[in-house]
């Protein structure tokens, strides 16, 4: 009997995860078309990372960024090269490892909070200051 209910019970976890797989799957893949440039932006935080691999939509290979929505406003995360450790546009090595107003100032950007010192994810408190993170990197050389 003990086992019957491991099964279902894994069975069911098991389903759960593929319909909410399948979610996320149907949502990145609406944000991936409506994406202009290289800066996609999501609603909610979603496993999007393999799907903008996998897709066959055009805009996949533009995107540079994602912004979504995080603990504490708004998070960036630069999206990697497929099979490599490093990321399509990185962001300035000098942003690198500094928050608060330290990062404030040097980007000029007012809700700022963080940028990792390895560079891949970085942080404002509005989606809008995350979008100008984004094109900052984008028009700055590292």
């Given at each position: 009997l003990e086992a019957a209910i491991f099964m279902e019970m894994a069975f069911n976890k098991i389903l759960e995860n593929a319909i909410s797989t399948a979610k996320a799957e149907?949502?990145?893949?609406?944000?991936?078309?409506?994406?202009?440039?290289?800066?996609?932006?999501?609603?909610?935080?979603?496993?999007?990372?393999?799907?903008?691999?996998?897709?066959?939509c055009p805009?996949?290979?533009?995107?540079?960024?994602?912004?979504f929505p995080a603990r504490r406003g708004y998070n960036f995360q630069c999206v990697p090269i497929p099979r490599s450790k490093d990321v399509?546009?990185?962001?300035?090595?000098?942003?690198?490892?500094?928050?608060?107003?330290?990062?404030?100032?040097?980007t000029g950007v007012k809700t700022a909070t963080f940028c990792h010192p390895e560079?891949?994810?970085?942080?404002a408190e509005t989606q809008e200051d995350a979008i100008k993170l984004c094109k900052l990197a984008s028009e700055t050389k590292i």
């Open positions: 149907n949502l990145v893949k609406k944000a991936i078309e409506s994406t202009k440039g290289n800066i996609m932006i999501l609603d909610q935080y979603l496993p999007w990372l393999n799907f903008i691999f996998t897709s066959d805009n996949a290979r533009n995107i540079e960024f994602v912004v399509k546009h990185p962001v300035p090595i000098s942003w690198r490892g500094l928050d608060g107003d330290a990062l404030k100032e040097i560079g891949f994810i970085g942080g």
